[in-house]
């Protein structure tokens, strides 16, 4: 199986705009989870969506919103850019079945904030 | 929330010592997973412990899960340059309305000098 693809893999911002980040899991995956990571502050957990649904969600401002489509493709939108937000965001993917909650995590989109 | 303390931050050792990483979490846990994270790269899954006192093997890699479910380790023996990257600890919550939710701990970064 292919593994999970995230585009585009690197981007560069300025502060005010917004951005939108896909993510495409391993087929057959129905979970997908979001994290942003920084040196300073290590793997944090955005939200995770299931069947469409926005199933948990991190302590991140609502300018961080996501959505997931019926293919289980996903999306995840930043607003009104800040510098803080220059991270690695990791796309993960699960099967969601019982005991199988193991994240498979995309290549990561780097996004610079100027 | 839940918390998951991962210690050391940091850990050099000269090829062939050995290595642990300890990840104590706040609330316990259904179960506990561990990641490696190459320099440039992603997460990669490298096991999940679900049972209260298991303790699982891969090669040199030798992971523990507390009795009470609410810590773990990672052992390596005899490290190789080949085991460099950060390692991060996962946990789950038991249960409630953040089941699903995987906290990650800060990652204790292992440089092995040859």
């Known amino acids: 199986k292919a593994g999970v693809t995230q585009t585009p893999r690197y981007l560069i911002k300025t502060r005010g705009q917004q951005v939108t980040l896909s993510c495409s899991p391993i087929?057959?995956?129905?979970?997908v989870s979001w994290y942003q990571q920084t040196p300073g502050q290590g793997l944090q957990f955005l939200f995770e969506?299931?069947?469409?649904?926005?199933?948990n969600k991190g302590n991140f401002p609502g300018r961080f919103s996501g959505r997931q489509f019926s293919n289980s493709r996903s999306e995840m939108n930043v607003s009104t850019l800040e510098l803080g937000d220059s991270a690695l965001y990791l796309c993960?993917?699960?099967?969601?079945?019982?005991?199988?909650?193991?994240?498979?995590f995309g290549p990561g989109t780097r996004l610079t904030v100027l | 929330g839940q918390q998951v303390m991962q210690i050391p931050q940091y850990q050099h050792v000269q090829e062939g010592e050995d290595f642990t990483t300890y990840c104590n979490s706040s609330?316990?846990?259904?179960?506990i997973q561990w990641y490696k994270q190459r320099p440039g790269g992603h997460p990669v899954f490298l096991i999940q412990?679900?049972?209260?006192?298991e303790v699982k093997k891969q090669k040199r890699l030798t992971f523990q899960f507390g009795e009470a479910k609410k810590n773990s380790s990672l052992h390596i023996t005899a490290t190789q340059t080949t085991d460099v990257g950060t390692y991060f600890c996962?946990?789950?919550?038991?249960?409630?309305?953040?089941?699903?939710?995987?906290?990650f701990g800060q990652g204790t970064i292992l440089t092995v000098h040859p």
């Open positions: 993960a993917s699960s099967p969601r079945q019982r005991g199988g909650d193991t994240q498979y």
């Open positions: 412990l679900v049972k209260s006192g």
């Open positions: 609330t316990t846990l259904s179960n």
């Open positions: 969506y299931f069947s469409e649904t926005q199933r």
């Open positions: 087929s057959g995956h129905r979970s």
């Open positions: 996962a946990g789950m919550n038991a249960g409630g309305t953040s089941y699903g939710k995987l906290t």
